[in-house]
């Protein structure tokens, strides 16, 4: 079944064109690499795909639904720039909150198993102020997960993460792949993506320059698509 | 083509408006209890009409732009905005003036004059916020939305002062009152230097509108220029 | 059901984010006490002008000291991004707007509750005796601060000037809400029922809030999905 599709996507600002026709389609279970320059749309097109954002012209499906649909965003779980967390709640609190928005069936045991499993069940009632960098990013790892979705959308997820968040994320990333999720993940770390997608998308100023799957030879030289498809200079 | 109809129009606003001066000025008599003052009354009541009329085809216009997301719907709410408070501006002014040859006061707090005041703030507020959004598209939906408010609001004023200050009677007549007695001659002249507001407000519009494109289209220049280099 | 449980998720966090560090509390309720403090000089405690205006200097500090907490509402949204994982949750924009409304109600009400009392004392007059009618009054007006401030909010949270901005859109509309309430206010502040004379300030607050709030319920989405 087909998880993800986009077609003929335009996003302007103004009059600048962010994201020019730009169109591709997967299938469920497929981890996406996003790769592309700084400026080249990215996270335009994350935010798209994530409901933040609408395109100017151009489809977007997620599921077999409009992004914007409550039902398709209780299934997509997001990790954008920001971590998406309150400072002044605990974490407890923090996953709470989540739970209740996503309509999660049990919210106190849901929170539960994602303090375990990201190995904040010690600190649960600490404030997310007074958290480590690398324990603020496994509660944003938690938020994002607390739901079970099957459709992830990760903006740079891997960026500034300590080697234990990594682990974790690239844990769960599988797991969740097993299970038949979908993950569309946009990095500039190209070795720990690589080895999870199944598909890489390039984008080059807004237009999409290779979109393909992810091959043997791109794992052992992580640059192979910039090299081959990137910007001449 | 556009333009030639649009420089038309506003020689013919100017030269109706001439007309109407040369009779205000020269034919019409003096108002019984007010003397000569009286007439700055026709450039008091057709601004306010006018800027109403601007306020509402700002909001229907901010609607549209909502449900259809067309540029031409943001440019004209906020031209017609800008003009309309000009308009207003002239309304409170007028008023103002005539206050104070009438009597005595620069400014009384009665309904309309309230209501008036209040209506240019709320619109000042609408241009602020668009100075305040650099992003045209989100510009262009908050502005919107605040279009919708602005008038919904406004609305609300005029009633709520209307009741408000008409249990504290003010020293300034009602002019409605007058309405029912005015000589036919000056009543024809109200609704001829109305006809000849719309008209400017029309042309102003028109005008603005055209700037406003144009500021678009150098912005998205710059935008492309900063983007190749 | 889950409607009202996301709205409640969403009170209940900003709740207990202000509750705990009390930042905008503390601010607006100093603000309050100092403004109700400094029109001891405005007007002779004693005279009977005092009950004139009792509704109107009431209402005059609700409204100032009321934007501290308002200016908060969607700005503490902004650190960490975490009004981007509040939109793409499946929250409606409906009862995202009317959780942060409510919480931005009881968070002035919590600054009126503690204004009246210390009105009454400083400058000592009886005030209650038509407190629930006082009360309902109160809440109407307090409702519509809260409507207009948290849709006005949502449409400046992204601006660099959004705290002088708010109150400038906020102020101009709110007037007739603000007068009906201290019309009203002054008429309950000195013990008499509301008579057929005044009855139409209550229609106006009630009529205000049912259109604004349903307005701001309708476009909240549209403001916040870009």
């Known amino acids: 079944m087909t998880a993800l599709q986009a077609h003929d996507l335009w996003k302007y600002y103004g009059d600048f064109a962010a ?3 730009v169109g591709f389609e997967f299938a469920a279970g497929s981890c996406v690499a996003l790769l592309g320059r700084n400026g080249a749309g990215k996270t335009t097109l994350l935010r798209i795909l994530a409901g933040l954002s609408q395109a100017s012209e151009g489809e977007v499906r997620i599921l077999d639904g409009n992004p914007r649909q409550a039902s398709v965003r209780s299934r997509i779980g997001i990790i954008g720039h920001g971590i998406g967390i309150y400072d002044d709640l605990s974490a407890e609190e923090n996953l709470l909150t989540f739970a209740r928005l996503y309509a999660v069936a049990n919210p106190a045991k849901a929170v539960d198993h994602w303090l375990e499993r990201t190995d904040l069940a010690r600190v649960r009632r600490g404030k997310a102020r007074e958290f480590s960098r690398g324990m603020r990013q496994r509660l944003a790892i938690a938020r994002a997960f607390i739901h079970s979705p099957n459709f992830l ?19 769960l990333l599988k797991d969740a792949l097993h299970q038949g999720a979908t993950v569309v993940l946009s990095t500039h770390q190209l070795k720990e993506a690589l080895e999870l997608a199944s598909h890489v998308l390039l984008l080059n100023r807004g237009k999409l320059a290779f979109s393909g799957v992810r091959t043997a030879e791109m794992l052992a030289n992580p640059g192979w698509v910039y090299q081959h498809y990137g910007e001449a200079a | 083509m556009r333009d030639k109809i649009i420089y038309g129009a506003g020689i013919f606003a100017a030269l109706y408006f001439v007309r109407n001066l040369y009779v205000i000025l020269l034919q ?4 019984a209890m007010q003397g000569a003052v009286y ?8 601004p306010y009409f006018t800027a109403v009329a601007c306020f509402l085809g700002a909001a229907i216009a901010s609607g549209l732009y909502l449900k259809t997301k067309n540029w031409k719907y943001d440019v004209f709410a906020v031209s017609a905005t800008e003009v309309g408070l000009a308009l207003a501006a002239i309304n409170l002014v007028t008023g103002m003036i005539w206050g104070r040859q009438q009597w005595g006061i620069w400014w009384t707090w009665d309904a309309r004059l309230t209501s008036a005041l209040i209506t240019w703030l709320i619109y000042l507020g609408y241009l602020m916020l668009r100075e305040g959004i650099k992003d045209p598209s989100e510009r262009a939906k908050n502005s919107a939305v605040l279009s919708i408010f602005a008038f919904f609001a406004v609305y609300f004023t005029y009633k709520a002062n209307e009741w408000y200050r008409t249990q504290h009677p003010g020293p300034v007549l009602t002019i409605r009152t007058g309405k029912n007695t005015i000589d036919p001659a000056m ?11 719309l008209l400017l407000a029309v042309v102003l519009v028109a005008v603005r509108m055209n700037l406003e494109n144009s500021q678009r289209a150098v912005e998205s220049l710059r935008r492309r220029a900063h983007a190749i280099a | 059901m889950t409607y009202f449980n996301q709205v409640f998720a969403i009170a209940g966090k900003d709740l207990r984010s202000e509750l705990r560090t009390k930042e905008a509390l503390n601010a607006s309720l100093s603000f309050a006490v100092v403004i109700l403090l400094l029109f001891s000089f405005v007007v002779d405690p004693d005279s009977e002008m005092l009950e004139q205006m009792s509704g109107g200097l009431l209402w005059m500090v609700f409204a100032f000291s009321g934007v501290l907490i308002l200016n908060r509402g969607f700005a503490r949204e902004l650190p960490n991004d975490c009004l981007d994982a509040l939109i793409a949750s499946p929250i409606p924009g409906s009862a995202l707007f009317f959780g942060k409304a409510i919480a931005n109600f009881a968070l002035i009400a919590i600054i009126e509750a503690i204004c009246f009392p210390v009105f009454g004392i400083l400058y000592n007059l009886t005030w209650t005796a038509q407190l629930p009618v006082l009360v309902a009054v109160s809440a109407l007006a307090t409702w519509a601060m809260a409507t207009l401030g948290t849709m006005f909010g949502a449409l400046t949270v992204n601006m660099q000037l959004r705290e002088l901005m708010l109150p400038m859109l906020i102020y101009p509309m709110l007037i007739p809400a603000l007068m009906s309430a201290m019309q009203l206010t002054t008429l309950l502040v000195a013990g008499q029922a509301i008579d057929s004379e005044h009855i139409i300030w209550l229609r106006v607050l009630i009529a205000f ?3 604004f709030t349903s307005l701001a319920a309708v476009l909240v989405e549209t403001v916040l999905v870009g």
């Open chain 1, 153 to 171: 959308i990760l903006d740079e997820p891997f960026t500034s993460l300590d080697d234990r968040a990594i682990a974790l994320l690239q844990g």
């Open chain 2, 187 to 197: 009543q024809a002249m109200l609704f001829h230097n109305l006809g000849a507001f």
């Open chain 2, 28 to 31: 019409l008599p003096d108002e």
């Open chain 1, 19 to 21: 994201l020019q026709k």
């Open chain 3, 209 to 211: 809030d049912i259109i």
């Open chain 2, 39 to 46: 007439r700055i009354f026709f450039f008091h009541l057709p």
